[in-house]
């Protein structure tokens, strides 16, 4: 069974960074993407960023394109998401998400942006 154990978040200044981490576990090979959504109040989901498993390919919400960065440790079976130039509207809950047989997802993490 897929399992993501996401951690980071917290409340951060506008303008400043956090970073947030997704350990997979059960997911053992084949080309997927996993990446991350958000939901802020009152808003649907929405797709920020993800990357694919095998070739590193990495897409982009327009709203978040140079500002954050998706990164992965095979390794470590970890995905990362570096949050740069933090603005207001980023304050959302962010779900860790892989696509392997069927959607798996991560508990959320809040992350709170304030002027």
């Known amino acids: 069974e897929v399992q993501l154990v996401v951690s980071g978040g917290g409340l951060v200044q506008a303008g400043g960074s956090l970073k947030l981490s997704c350990a997979a576990s059960?997911?053992?090979?084949?080309?997927?993407?996993i990446g991350w959504f958000r939901q802020a109040p009152g808003k649907k989901r929405e797709g920020v960023a993800c990357?694919?498993?095998?070739?590193?390919?990495?897409y982009y919400a327009d709203s978040v394109k140079g500002r954050f960065t998706i990164s992965s440790d095979n390794a470590k079976n970890t995905v990362y998401l570096q949050m740069n130039s933090l603005e207001l509207e980023d304050t959302a809950v962010y779900y860790c998400?892989?696509?392997?047989?069927?959607?798996?997802w991560g508990k959320g993490t809040l992350v709170t942006v304030s002027s």
């Open positions: 998400h892989v696509s392997y047989g069927r959607d798996f």
């Open positions: 059960g997911v053992t090979g084949g080309d997927y993407f």
């Open positions: 990357i694919s498993s095998s070739a590193g390919s990495t």
